[in-house]
């Protein structure tokens, strides 16, 4: 099977001079925000990353597939209908020739096949509300506890049941590093979160620790980093999964419905919020892949 994946020139390049490189996900830019802002986003984030010293891969599958850095424009075809691909998905979305984005875990798993360690996104997906009733955990936590890498991240979003999440993440090896803080952001909040199992202060030290972890046979770490403008709309967030109930809204449908809910709600305070983290993560990650390449 040949060019099943497809690494964009100026990705291919830096991996074979071992220079940084971040992957990001295009879930985010099909179902995490309405049209414009998702591309926006997409964008912002790919300038942050080199803002940092590393080569952006946006990663997603067309035209049968695996595409390793898109090009912006391509970006424009990540839209609401696109295929949400888990890990388990890939492999069929490009077989079958269908456009597909991929979510952290999907992202994860593409970058692994091409050494790619390092990404940013907003929140990891994680144990949804109300387990086993549905019996829904985010397939972005088998993907981190079986791929080394760091994803930095505002923490795991707090629609999901972020005690049994941070349960899991220690059940599966994941190291939860609080950037600067000693508790797990909850995404659009900065605080009330869990403690964190470890707290850095700089990204050089994330770097190290990264790379003792992955000698010693470990997968990824996990970086919080508290969003800038920090948002409580936890009442809001009841809400929307209350109509996300009412609805029968279920599976991989949950979150995107969610994101919307927040967003048209908030006034777009949620949606500008989310936009920031997600940008700056990407930067978080593009420093701390940088310094990893400095070691
Ligand atoms: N964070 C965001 N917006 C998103 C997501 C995370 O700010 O759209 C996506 C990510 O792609 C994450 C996915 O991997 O939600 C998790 O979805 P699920 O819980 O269905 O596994
Ligand atoms: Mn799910």
Not at 120 to 149: E, Q
Not at 272 to 290: E, Q, S, T, Y
């Amino acid at each position: 099977m040949q060019h099943l994946i497809q690494v964009g020139d100026e990705v291919r390049t830096a991996l074979e001079d071992e220079r940084a490189v971040v992957a990001l996900e295009t879930t985010l830019v099909a179902h995490g925000f309405p049209a414009p802002d998702g591309v926006e986003t997409g964008l912002a984030s790919e300038a942050a990353v080199r803002a940092a010293g590393a080569t952006p891969a946006t990663i997603g599958v067309l035209d049968g597939k695996i595409r390793i850095g898109l090009e912006p424009a391509e970006l424009e075809r990540f839209t609401p209908d696109a295929s949400k691909l888990g890990p388990r998905d890939l492999a069929v979305c490009a077989v079958q020739g269908a456009v597909g984005a991929t979510t952290v875990g999907g992202t994860l798993t593409a970058a692994a096949a091409v050494g790619i360690r390092f990404m940013g996104t907003g929140g990891l997906g994680g144990v949804h509300r109300g387990f086993p009733t549905p019996p829904d955990v985010s397939a972005d936590l088998g993907a981190a506890a079986r791929i080394p890498a760091v994803v930095a991240s505002s923490g795991v979003k707090s629609i999901l049941d972020v005690a049994a999440t941070t349960e899991l993440l220690e059940t599966l090896g994941i190291p939860v590093i609080g950037f600067g803080t000693d508790t797990l952001p909850l995404f659009y909040d900065a605080a009330g979160g869990p403690q964190v199992s470890a707290r850095c202060d700089d990204v050089s030290e994330i770097a190290r620790i990264a790379e003792a972890h992955w000698r010693l046979g470990g997968n990824t770490i996990l970086v919080g980093r508290p969003p800038t403008q920090s948002l409580d709309v936890a009442p809001l967030i009841e809400e929307a999964l209350a109509a996300a109930a009412r609805e029968g809204v279920a599976g991989q449908a949950v979150t995107p419905f969610v994101l919307a809910y927040l967003h048209d709600h908030s006034d777009g305070e949620t949606r500008r919020v989310n936009r920031d983290l997600i940008v700056d993560n990407a930067g978080l990650a593009g420093a701390i892949a940088a310094e990893h390449a400095a070691l």
